[in-house]
């Protein structure tokens, strides 16, 4: 049965606090699977503040939370040190990245790899879930598609529980990605990361810092509502939707939605796709 689950990041302002506080109310609401946190972009609140927001949601908001851990910024010590907390707060579930780069912040020497720290956890924490995240148009600096699915054979092989996927705005881009994995032995379940690009400064962003594939239909959308915000949204949820049922239909193993922040986006996603679930829970009796 496929799943549905959100993402969040932590705010920067008490005004972000409180917004966050209204969107994780109406996120609950919506029924998820689960929340996953990221991290802060402030140094010294790397990790503390997505602790205290996966312990929030996870005993405020009563559903499971997922933490995000950049291996290049934690040392054993910095991991040894969230894993306890999370543990502390009943938070069992964690994403393991490699993290990206960030002039602010300062890499340490331990993890080298996300799988260098799926490793660690897996055979210091065994009660922890762990997820990886993978490239269904293989990661930037990777070789090839080739490269990519080897590297993740390791990351899986490590001890990742299951995999979320980077956006895409081309299903057929998962769909291949998926069939890759497949004939490579990789059998954990795939959760496709879907992002609803709800304005034009989200989809310049995008189309500047990513490799994702850009279907001609996205570029009309572009092309067409980018002096009109409203009927931008409006049509990049549509969009968002549209990737979902197609997603569903085909057996995607769930579903995750990159909302930032944005609980409007999300529930209005799910007000039209919710159907497709109950459609899954009938047929799964």
Same mark, same amino acid.
């Given at each position: =049965?496929?799943?549905?689950?959100?993402?969040?990041?932590?705010?920067?302002?008490?005004?972000?606090?409180? @917004?966050?506080? &209204?969107?994780?109310?109406?996120?609950?609401?919506?029924?998820?699977?689960?929340?996953?946190?990221?991290?802060?972009?402030?140094?010294?609140?790397?990790?503390?503040?997505?602790?205290?927001?996966?312990?929030?949601? &996870?005993? &405020?908001?009563?559903?499971?939370?997922?933490? @995000? #851990?950049?291996?290049?910024?934690?040392?054993?010590?910095?991991?040894?040190?969230? $894993?306890? /907390? $999370?543990? +502390?707060?009943?938070?069992?579930?964690? $994403?393991?990245? %490699?993290?990206?780069?960030?002039?602010? $912040?300062?890499?340490?020497?331990?993890?080298? *790899?996300?799988?260098? #720290?799926?490793?660690?956890?897996?055979?210091?924490?065994?009660?922890?879930?762990?997820?990886?995240?993978?490239?269904?148009?293989? *990661?930037?600096?990777?070789?090839?598609?080739?490269?990519?699915?080897? *590297?993740?054979?390791?990351?899986?092989?490590?001890?990742?529980?299951?995999?979320?996927?980077?956006?895409?705005?081309?299903?057929?881009?998962?769909?291949?990605?998926?069939?890759?994995?497949?004939?490579?032995?990789?059998?954990?379940?795939?959760?496709? !990361?879907?992002?609803?690009?709800?304005?034009?400064?989200?989809?310049?962003?995008?189309? %500047?810092?990513? +490799?994702?594939?850009?279907?001609?239909?996205?570029?009309?959308?572009?092309?067409?509502? &980018?002096?009109?915000?409203?009927?931008?949204?409006?049509?990049?949820?549509?969009?968002?939707?549209?990737?979902?049922?197609?997603?569903?239909?085909?057996?995607?193993? !769930?579903? *995750?939605?990159?909302? =930032?922040?944005?609980?409007?986006?999300? %529930?209005?996603?799910?007000?039209?796709?919710?159907?497709?679930? /109950?459609?899954?829970?009938?047929?799964?009796?």
């Amino acid at each position: =049965m496929t799943t549905l689950s959100y993402e969040v990041f932590p705010p920067n302002s008490q005004v972000g606090i409180d @917004h966050l506080s &209204q969107v994780l109310a109406e996120l609950r609401d919506l029924d998820p699977a689960f929340i996953s946190v990221t991290c802060s972009s402030k140094t010294s609140q790397l990790a503390k503040e997505t602790v205290k927001v996966a312990d929030y949601v &996870q005993n &405020q908001c009563q559903v499971p939370a997922m933490a @995000h #851990l950049p291996a290049w910024y934690l040392s054993k010590a910095d991991i040894d040190r969230i $894993l306890e /907390q $999370l543990r +502390a707060r009943h938070v069992n579930r964690v $994403l393991v990245l %490699r993290g990206d780069e960030r002039p602010n $912040l300062q890499k340490k020497d331990d993890f080298t *790899h996300a799988n260098d #720290l799926i490793v660690y956890i897996r055979q210091n924490y065994p009660d922890f879930q762990i997820t990886g995240a993978c490239y269904p148009e293989k *990661h930037p600096e990777s070789l090839s598609m080739v490269d990519e699915i080897q *590297h993740l054979r390791l990351k899986v092989a490590a001890g990742c529980d299951q995999i979320i996927t980077q956006l895409f705005l081309d299903n057929q881009c998962f769909y291949r990605f998926r069939e890759l994995c497949a004939v490579a032995g990789i059998d954990v379940p795939i959760i496709a !990361g879907v992002m609803p690009i709800v304005n034009e400064r989200q989809a310049n962003r995008i189309l %500047r810092t990513s +490799a994702v594939a850009v279907p001609e239909k996205f570029k009309k959308i572009l092309a067409k509502y &980018q002096d009109h915000p409203q009927a931008l949204k409006q049509a990049g949820i549509t969009y968002a939707i549209d990737q979902i049922v197609d997603l569903v239909t085909n057996d995607v193993a !769930g579903v *995750h939605l990159y909302t =930032m922040n944005q609980a409007d986006t999300a %529930r209005q996603i799910k007000q039209n796709i919710g159907s497709l679930f /109950q459609v899954q829970c009938e047929g799964a009796k």
